[in-house]
């Protein structure tokens, strides 16, 4: 091992030993009330090509979550110093975490992760389909289904990652829609259904048949705010142009707030905005097929 590598280890190590100063205020929040934030990461690895989960730790921060999706997160890469990324966001948010690998070699682990401030109550986690591109084989994609215990009562919360290849996500998201959303629509003893929420990062936008697919489904926070402002595309970061990070949610959720931090430190963190949905329970409501 190189001097070097192992400053870093070292360096790393005392990061994590450090109590990370935290600005979460909750107090004012309902128990309706809940904060969603979904973010793929990009391994902590920043625009400027430094390895700093501290800085994406603030960001997130920032946004006060109660539950997060995560997605492109590391853990034991030697890339990325080592550390469990997931791990490492949950102790700085002071939450529970759920790291599911996709991507498992001799360098480290690769995935998606849930960090949320309440329970998790139950966890599924499977692949999804995918297809070689060209001579690459391609990079596994995943699915979690969380079921967190809130103040307001269950919530299924969702998060995923799906394909670049259009035929992988069309295939995916089908998958997603028979096998995870439908089935978790109406759970026993309760005819209004389990309220959901799906995000993560489709790599599709909002004209594409994966998206429109799910609308069928669920809303689109960007879209069915009361405020009718504009949603706000995602990526690239620094410049950003197109929404293929997403938050969907059944019709239990009313949606009051949406935000999409541009600031320095935000662009500079991933190749992907953060998107944060600030979200009212409402009762009484149903899971509805659209279509």
Same mark, same amino acid.
């Given at each position: 091992?190189?001097? =070097?590598?192992?400053r870093?280890?070292?360096?790393?190590?005392?990061?994590?030993l450090?109590?990370?100063?935290?600005?979460?205020?909750y107090?004012?929040? @309902?128990?309706?009330?809940?904060?969603?934030?979904?973010?793929?990461?990009?391994?902590?690895?920043?625009?400027?090509?430094?390895?700093? %989960?501290?800085?994406?730790? =603030?960001?997130?921060?920032?946004?006060?979550?109660?539950?997060?999706?995560?997605?492109?997160?590391?853990?034991?890469?030697?890339?990325?110093?080592?550390?469990?990324?997931?791990?490492?966001?949950?102790?700085?948010?002071?939450?529970?975490?759920?790291?599911?690998p996709?991507?498992?070699?001799?360098t480290?682990?690769?995935?998606?992760?849930?960090?949320?401030?309440?329970?998790?109550? *139950?966890?599924?986690?499977?692949?999804?389909?995918?297809?070689?591109?060209?001579?690459?084989?391609?990079?596994?994609? =995943?699915?979690?289904?969380?079921?967190? *215990?809130? %103040?307001?009562?269950?919530?299924?919360?969702?998060?995923?990652?799906?394909?670049?290849?259009?035929?992988?996500?069309?295939?995916?998201?089908? &998958?997603?829609?028979?096998?995870?959303?439908?089935?978790n629509?109406?759970?026993?003893?309760?005819?209004?259904?389990?309220?959901?929420i799906?995000?993560?990062?489709?790599?599709?936008?909002?004209?594409?048949?994966?998206?429109?697919?799910?609308l069928?489904y669920?809303? &689109?926070?960007?879209?069915?705010r009361?405020?009718?402002? @504009?949603?706000?595309?995602?990526?690239?970061?620094?410049?950003?142009?197109?929404?293929?990070?997403?938050?969907?949610?059944? @019709?239990?959720?009313h949606?009051?707030?949406? @935000?999409? %931090?541009?600031?320095?430190?935000a662009?500079?963190?991933?190749?992907?905005?953060?998107?944060s949905? *600030?979200?009212?329970?409402?009762?009484?409501?149903?899971?509805v097929?659209?279509?």
């Amino acid at each position: 091992m190189r001097p =070097g590598d192992l400053r870093a280890q070292l360096e790393n190590h005392l990061k994590i030993l450090r109590k990370p100063k935290k600005s979460l205020n909750y107090s004012q929040k @309902s128990k309706a009330d809940l904060t969603v934030v979904t973010h793929n990461i990009h391994s902590c690895l920043n625009l400027d090509r430094r390895c700093d %989960p501290d800085r994406t730790a =603030g960001v997130l921060s920032a946004l006060n979550p109660d539950i997060v999706a995560l997605q492109e997160v590391d853990a034991g890469c030697r890339r990325t110093g080592f550390i469990d990324q997931a791990a490492y966001l949950a102790r700085a948010l002071d939450m529970v975490h759920h790291f599911y690998p996709l991507v498992d070699r001799n360098t480290g682990q690769y995935g998606i992760a849930i960090l949320s401030r309440y329970p998790i109550a *139950e966890m599924e986690c499977r692949h999804l389909a995918c297809t070689r591109i060209g001579r690459r084989a391609p990079e596994q994609r =995943g699915i979690m289904s969380a079921l967190i *215990e809130t %103040p307001a009562g269950p919530v299924r919360f969702i998060n995923t990652h799906l394909g670049l290849k259009s035929s992988d996500r069309a295939a995916q998201i089908k &998958d997603i829609i028979l096998n995870t959303l439908m089935p978790n629509a109406v759970s026993a003893g309760q005819a209004e259904g389990v309220p959901l929420i799906f995000c993560g990062d489709l790599n599709a936008g909002p004209r594409s048949a994966v998206y429109r697919s799910v609308l069928r489904y669920l809303n &689109d926070v960007q879209t069915s705010r009361p405020d009718r402002a @504009s949603p706000k595309p995602t990526f690239f970061s620094w410049f950003p142009v197109r929404r293929s990070d997403h938050i969907f949610v059944s @019709s239990h959720f009313h949606t009051d707030h949406v @935000s999409v %931090p541009k600031n320095h430190t935000a662009r500079m963190v991933s190749d992907h905005l953060p998107l944060s949905a *600030e979200l009212r329970r409402l009762h009484e409501m149903a899971f509805v097929h659209k279509g």
